[in-house]
């Protein structure tokens, strides 16, 4: 009998040290800049980024930024040496072969953006064959766009930074620029004269509607523990209310320095 509660008690004992490392768990994932969701700058790093750190959180988890430009971000997580995972990344192929996807962060929407004093409205690609469209190198805005842009049924001009097209689009340089409508607002309100949001504004209608995950390396040990771990995680913040609140927050501006 006795032998048998001191196994018993091993058992426990082992069980809690387990549980207790696991609460210690520190997670490294990089990160960028995409304010209002993710800045080194804005507070709790932003929005996107504070739901990651409170989803592990209620899991016992830390999480730890590293911030780097973009495509260095995900070569780190590819490498899978000092970063586990990357934050905020749609779902494609390529990455697919690398990672392990979790549970959308959130769903955001992109939408043209465009002059008030344009009367403008569409509902598919070929109504906006007579429009100068502004874009930017590198992003990428859904099948159909892409295609109708590769296909020339669109007129497309690519400038470097979502800003410049901003820019262009005030001073009537482009008709449309496509954007993620938070993500335009933010540098309307932040980078652009004041003023300029009396200018501009959206159209409703989303050209695509996204969902952004975080993305854990598949050959780094426990990868699957860790995602499962924040699926629980996020879970309980959407049950408690809080998800929400942080949502809310965002779009009254409670994320800026």
């Known amino acids: 009998m006795y032998s048998v509660l001191k196994i018993a008690f091993l058992s426990y004992f082992l069980l809690s040290l387990s ?55 995900i070569k780190q997580a590819e490498l899978g040496k000092e970063w586990s995972g990357s934050v905020g990344w749609s779902i494609n192929k390529e990455r697919e072969a690398f990672f392990i996807y979790t549970d959308p962060i959130i769903e955001l ?21 007579n429009y100068k469209i502004g874009a930017s190198i590198g992003y990428y ?8 842009e590769k ?16 820019k262009k689009l005030v001073a009537e340089k482009i008709d449309l620029f496509p954007s993620t ?20 504004t959206n159209h409703p209608r989303p050209i695509r509607t996204t969902n952004y995950h975080l993305i854990i390396n598949k050959n ?12 629980r995680g996020l879970k309980k913040l959407k049950e ?6 942080m949502l809310s927050d965002s779009i009254d501006g409670k994320y800026r320095p």
Do not use: C
């Open 19 to 73: 549980w207790l490392a696991y609460g210690q768990d520190v997670i490294k994932l990089t990160n960028g800049e995409w304010p209002p969701y993710m800045s080194e700058d804005y507070k709790h790093k932003g929005l996107i980024s504070h739901i990651v750190v409170e989803a592990f959180k209620n899991e016992g988890m830390t999480v730890e930024y590293g911030f780097f430009p973009w495509k260095r971000a």
């Open 109 to 129: 929407k992109d939408v043209f953006f465009h002059r008030k004093d344009l009367q403008f409205d569409w509902k598919t690609m070929d109504d906006l064959k």
């Open 141 to 148: 805005y859904g099948d159909e766009f892409e295609e109708a």
């Open 151 to 166: 296909r020339k049924k669109i007129n497309v001009s690519r400038t470097s930074k979502d800003l410049n097209n901003f």
């Open 181 to 200: 409508l938070e993500v335009g607002y933010e540098l309307i309100a932040d980078k652009l004269p004041e003023g300029t949001k009396n200018i501009l």
């Open 220 to 231: 780094i040990k426990d990868a699957q523990k860790y995602v499962d771990a924040f699926n």
């Open 240 to 245: 408690s209310g809080k998800y929400d609140q």
